[in-house]
């Protein structure tokens, strides 16, 4: 949707997050909106949609996104008509409502407990991007370390948790990172926190970044270079379990992982 917003993702994802996980009337949380795009496909979607960002200027800039979008579907009665969109998809549109909190996300206190049906979010790559002009504590593109970002990071994982629905999904891309020309696997620190919270996971998608180079290109530099460019992002879809699901529990002991059920 916007291009100039940095560390965007594209709309393309959540919309297939919403259209695959929710029905029109369910509500949609983007606990680190950023821009807006997550709410602005639950919304064209006929999906509730609440956004939470601690950078008070993305959340400035997603409600005015958000309210000059629902004022022309309302102008032009989008929202009471059967409508073709996203490929195809025809489903009938309700009366979408949103919410826009400036909060962090690690205490998502107006979200009452089992009250939302998924979450779909793009957080900070730890390093990559630095969103607001200051220091703010809990901003996770402003940490000063890998152990801190995962700190911060489990407390998010446990509000997602809190407010998901039994049966709810989370939607979460997420990309590794070099320090120093380390490799830094994020997206392997990522999916251990949220298999430790509770979560069960239910698929993992490797996305290749738009316009990176061929496969013969990458290898034909490798010699020639001390490391790789990062190619790729994942896309981890998680369910918070139900009550009567089979009990689902992930090892965290090193050295390796062990799945018992």
């Not at 994982?157 to 320090?179: C, F, M, N, Q, S």
């Amino acid at each position: 949707h916007r291009g100039d917003y940095r560390g965007n993702w594209a709309p393309q994802i959540p919309r297939a997050l919403i259209l695959k996980y929710t029905s029109p009337g369910e509500t949609v949380l983007d606990p680190m909106v950023g821009s807006g795009t997550t709410c602005i496909e639950a919304i064209l979607l006929g999906r509730n949609c609440i956004a939470v960002d601690i950078n008070y200027n993305a959340v400035m800039l997603t409600h005015h996104r958000l309210y000059y979008l629902v004022k022309a579907l309302r102008e032009r009665g989008l929202q009471k008509k059967l409508v073709e969109y996203a490929g195809g998809v025809r489903e009938r549109r309700t009366e979408a409502w949103y919410r826009v909190y400036h909060g962090d996300a690690r205490r998502l206190d107006k979200i009452p407990d089992n009250s939302i049906d998924l979450v779909a979010t793009h957080p900070p790559y730890f390093n990559i991007i630095e969103y607001g002009e200051h220091r703010v504590e809990g901003d996770l593109s402003r940490v000063r370390s890998l152990e801190e970002y995962l700190v911060l990071f489990r407390q998010v994982a446990r509000e997602i948790y809190r407010v998901l629905k039994p049966g709810g999904v989370l939607g979460i891309l997420v990309g590794d990172t070099r320090i120093k020309k380390h490799y830094v696997p994020i997206t392997h620190y990522v999916l251990l926190t949220l298999l430790d919270v509770g979560f069960v996971l239910k698929e993992e998608v490797v996305k290749i970044q738009h316009k990176m180079k061929t496969t013969r290109e990458v290898w034909s530099k490798l010699r020639d270079r001390d490391f790789l460019l990062i190619y790729h992002e994942k896309l981890f879809i998680l369910e918070k379990p139900r009550e009567k699901d089979p009990e689902l529990k992930y090892s965290m002991k090193p050295p390796f992982i062990e799945l018992k059920i």
